[in-house]
């Protein structure tokens, strides 16, 4: 049966949500699959890298000395932890800005340790906090650079927006005509394309010699707590396997990696957007695709900080674990 996610409640499969799942190498050569990897879906925050390329590669991030903390803070969805807050602070001090020049709108912390006190300003929740205050960060700083208004940089019709598809279209292969654009939660253009598509990307992002790609992914990996945070998968694997993996979630299920020692680029999509599949969905493709020595990650088994992502436990109202939800079913090679 085609890769997909399990939920059990007891010994019984109560519920299933569907994956679709595309391995690739650099040059597009499909190397496993499941589902449909040509699904068209948005890609969400698993886009971010791409979206900071302009920032690297049109010399902003130099202009305003963003170093690889900075970088790795613009391809994030941070957890709201105060490192995450405070960089975020410290790059629109440097464009000579404040968190009022961001149109990305607050939200509650994904940080547990925070959920219930969330930070704020002015009497609602501060913009800053935000997990995608690094990445508005950045796209400020690349208006200000080019003289660019301020005012819309998250917009379709500014030319932010028109480099960051550039950037995507040009990592992925795919036309810029083709690619869907829509409004993303955090009020940025987000990118709809295949997973195949995306796959490419993140292979290339992972084999590339290309100063900018190199900075980006090198700042992933260097300094994994501030792509994603504490407790959080993303985090938690590329810390595991420094080097090996650089790993970006996306909302509504999306997942993408890239693994440089093998020039290997895979996307998945949860089909029903479930994001808590998403992770046990990412470490059974990975599982599977070690089983086959496609990836050289060592070791046979996942450390203890990865492997409780790998199967979920469901609990009840007092607390005792009544299922798993976990990965099932194979990848077809």
């Known amino acids: 049966m085609d890769f997909r996610i399990e939920s059990t409640r007891g010994q019984l499969v109560e519920s299933v949500h569907r994956v679709s799942v595309a391995v690739v190498d650099s040059e597009g050569r499909r190397l496993a699959r499941s589902g449909n990897p040509e699904l068209v879906s948005f890609w969400r925050s698993a886009a971010k890298p791409f979206q ?35 960089l975020a602070e410290q790059m629109l001090k440097k464009v000579g800005l404040t968190e009022q020049d961001l149109a990305c709108g607050p939200h509650p912390p994904l940080s547990a340790s925070l959920t219930d006190s969330p930070p704020r300003v002015s009497g609602g929740l501060s913009p ?3 997990n995608c205050s690094g990445k508005h960060a950045g796209m400020l700083a690349l208006a200000r650079h080019h003289d660019w208004p301020i005012a819309g940089y998250e917009r379709e019709s500014h030319p932010v927006q028109g480099r960051c598809l550039e950037a995507v279209a040009d990592w992925s292969g795919q036309p810029r005509q083709t690619i869907r654009l829509a409004v993303d939660g955090c009020t940025t253009v987000c990118h709809g394309l295949p997973l195949a598509a995306m796959a490419v ?27 994603a945070g504490t407790g959080r998968l993303c985090t938690e694997l590329m810390a595991a396997y420094p080097g090996l993996i650089v790993a970006k979630v996306g909302a509504d299920g999306i997942y ?42 060592p070791g046979s088994d996942w450390p ?30």
Not at 213 to 224: F, N, T
Not at 306 to 319: D, F, I, K, M, Q
Request: charged share 25%.
């Open 256 to 297: 993408s990696a890239a693994f440089p020692d093998n020039g290997l680029g895979v996307a998945l999509k949860v089909e029903d957007g479930d994001m808590r599949s998403a992770r046990p969905a990412l470490l059974g493709v990975i599982r599977q695709l070690r089983e086959r020595k496609l990836v050289n990650l």
């Open 304 to 333: 203890a900080a990865v492997a409780h992502h790998a199967e979920l436990p469901t609990v009840n109202t007092r607390g005792t674990v009544t299922g798993v939800m976990r990965a099932a079913g194979r990848l077809h090679f």
């Open 52 to 86: 900071a390329m302009p920032l690297v590669r049109d010399g902003a991030a130099d202009h305003y000395g963003f170093g690889p903390r900075e970088i790795a803070l613009a391809c994030a969805s941070h957890s709201s932890e105060p490192v995450h807050a405070d």
């Open 201 to 227: 990307a993140y292979a290339r992002l992972g084999a590339s010699d290309d100063p900018a790609a190199r900075r980006i992914r090198d700042a992933m990996m260097a300094h994994p707590q501030l792509v």
């Open 128 to 130: 800053r906090w935000s």
